[in-house]
């Protein structure tokens, strides 16, 4: 079982649509959560990040954690064709610096 | 401000051919990283340097050698290539230092063997 779980996909949702991304991970000495958003042909790049449990907003986008069931999520409200991407998450304990990664799912917004 | 530049951008080798993969960073990061993303595979890690002088290995590192040339460079070195080694290699840096310190990528070096 790899560390971190993320079903790749494709999602596919019409503009507007509320997006759900999830993740699961079985090491409990995960502190840090991160999501990254790749575009094509592009590298990825960091769109969020929570510090053990709770909620992160940040305009459309809403980062949640939950630790006692090892599950992270983000959520995207009123999705536009310009967030078609592959979204990874990450994770870190508190002392290794390695990021573990999901294998990213693609979302295509639909217009 | 360029970031993270990776070079070339795409390149066709033949089984066994030697090639360096090229990676500089302008943020004055101390740790860089270098990995390869394959379909159902991931982003899997190569080799990574947390500071100059020092470099360690990743998930995925044999047929890859680095060498941090400076604060700067990181290269990637592949001595004789194999079709399993088609990829899309990534080179990435970051600060160190406590909490989260975001990860910066470049925009890939796309690689065929034939």
């Known amino acids: 079982q790899k560390e971190v779980e993320q079903d790749p996909g494709p999602l596919s949702v019409p503009e507007g649509a509320i997006v759900s991304l999830n993740c699961t991970y079985s090491?409990?000495?995960?502190?840090?959560f991160m999501w990254y958003r790749q575009y094509s042909r592009k590298g990825p790049e960091l769109l969020m990040y929570?510090?053990s449990s709770g909620n992160k907003e940040d305009g459309r986008f809403t980062a949640q954690v939950d630790k006692s069931s090892k599950y992270i999520s983000l959520f995207i409200r009123d999705s536009q064709p310009s967030d078609s991407a592959t979204y990874l998450c990450?994770?870190?304990?508190?002392?290794?610096?390695?990021?573990?990664w999901g294998l990213g799912t693609s979302l295509a917004v639909n217009p | 401000n360029a970031g993270v530049t990776q070079t070339p951008k795409f390149q066709v080798l033949k089984t066994g051919q030697s090639m360096t993969l090229q990676c500089a960073q302008d943020?004055?990061?101390?740790?860089m990283y270098w990995y390869r993303q394959d379909p159902g595979m991931g982003l899997r890690l190569i080799y990574y340097?947390?500071?100059?002088?020092?470099?360690d290995k990743g998930e995925v590192p044999n047929g890859y050698n680095v060498s941090r040339l400076n604060k700067r460079e990181f290269s990637l070195r592949l001595e004789s290539a194999a079709p399993s080694q088609t990829s899309v290699y990534f080179c990435?840096?970051?600060?160190?230092?406590?909490?989260?310190?975001?990860?910066?990528f470049g925009d890939g070096t796309r690689l065929s063997i034939l």
């Open positions: 990450a994770m870190l304990t508190g002392n290794n610096r390695k990021l573990i």
């Open positions: 340097s947390a500071s100059e002088g020092t470099t």
């Open positions: 929570t510090y």
């Open positions: 943020m004055n990061h101390n740790s």
């Open positions: 990435a840096s970051t600060e160190t230092g406590t909490g989260i310190q975001p990860q910066h």
């Open positions: 090491n409990s000495a995960f502190q840090y």
